[in-house]
């Protein structure tokens, strides 16, 4: 099973306090590399409204979301999505 696969059956079924620790990390992450929100949707070519959301913690993003958030702000997929790649 390719990885965004995996990622996307892990992330299915992720719960509230799942979504909480991502967009802990997340926010973390943004605000030590300095980049904005809207910086970072139009790199993954998402609305800015989908950036906030995760930001929020009021959605999850799949896993080829996971996977390209971890290289655009270059961090560790398993420490940034809390799943096991």
Excluded: Y
């Amino acid at each position: 099973m390719n990885t965004v696969k995996k990622l996307n059956a892990q992330l299915e079924g992720a719960s509230a306090r799942w979504r909480r620790g991502f967009s802990a990390r997340l926010g973390r992450t943004l605000k030590k590399a300095k980049w904005s929100t809207s910086r970072v949707a139009r790199r993954l070519n998402v609305p800015e409204g989908v950036v906030k959301f995760w930001l929020a913690g009021v959605v999850n993003p799949n896993g080829d979301d996971c996977v390209r958030l971890s290289r655009l702000l270059q961090v560790d997929l398993g420490w940034l999505c809390a799943v096991e790649v």
